[in-house]
Nanobody
Framework: QVQLVESGGGLVQAGGSLRLSCVAS????????MGWYRHNPGKQRELVAA???????NYADSVKGRFTISRDNAENTMYLQMDSLKPEDTAVYYC?????????????WGQGTQVTVSS
């Protein structure tokens, strides 16, 4: 059973920080690209950060310099450190895994975790 379990969402004031976690099971974690997407009602779903199996990262322009994606292969866990949060970061954040995630192909989605940033 392939499963991605997310945690770490919550309510935070603008300028604050949160760390999201995604624990994977049922996949060869170290061989998969991983990423974080977000979606807010009325807005398009967007990729905010991704990391390849080799550790190469990329970020959406809107979060560059504020968010950091990382992975711990020994723990089958991916993280998203979010600093200097803004109200426009409010969204449901989804963990994603894929053998070809670098091509934008997602094989498995997590259930999502709500992030709300107040002004």
């Amino acid at each position: 059973q392939v499963q991605l379990v997310e945690s770490g969402g919550g309510l935070v004031q603008a300028g604050g920080s949160l760390r999201l976690s995604c624990v994977a099971s049922g996949i060869r974690f170290s061989l998969n690209g991983m990423g974080w997407y977000r979606h807010n009602p009325g807005k398009q779903r967007e990729l905010v950060a991704a990391i390849t199996s080799g550790g190469i990262t990329n970020y959406a322009d809107s979060v560059k310099g504020r968010f950091t994606i990382s992975r711990d292969n020994a723990e089958n866990t991916m993280y998203l450190q979010m600093d200097s949060l803004k109200p426009e970061d409010t969204a449901v954040y989804y963990c994603a895994a894929g053998y070809r995630l670098y091509l934008g192909i997602v094989d498995k989605w997590g259930q999502g975790t709500q992030v709300t940033v107040s002004s």
